[in-house]
């Protein structure tokens, strides 16, 4: 399955913003958010199997959420965004384990990524 992420762009800090994850096909295949902020390493942001089992990065909780509504389509909701919140977004499948799944290392296909710039 091939997967491309949208929906970036340029936002101040407060506003709230929605990221796309369009998937080429069905799958049963975990998706993720991943980001990389500039100059930084690339990181988990949550992931959802099926339809609604979904995990956040605990720093994150309570502002991002993630959500399906299709095989093909996953949401990343981001509210209350703030500066350092600024990264490329990449969504990705695979099939991690519990264990493994804030790791890059266990998605095998990555979307091109979409950046998000929150200003102060």
């Known amino acids: 399955v091939q997967l491309q992420a949208s929906g970036g762009g340029l936002v101040q800090a407060g506003d709230s913003l929605r990221l796309s994850c369009v998937l080429s096909g069905r799958t049963s295949d975990t998706i993720a958010w991943f980001r990389q902020p500039p100059g930084k390493e690339r990181e988990f942001v949550g992931a959802?199997?099926?339809?609604?089992?979904t995990f956040v990065r605990d720093s994150l909780k309570g502002r991002f959420t993630i959500s399906r509504d299709s095989a093909e389509m996953v949401y990343l909701q981001m509210n209350s965004l703030k500066p350092e919140d600024t990264a490329v977004y990449y969504c990705a499948s695979g099939r991690p384990t519990t264990s493994t799944m804030r790791s890059d290392q266990a998605y095998s296909n990555w979307g091109q990524g979409t950046l998000v710039t929150v200003s102060s």
């Open positions: 959802i199997r099926w339809y609604s089992v």
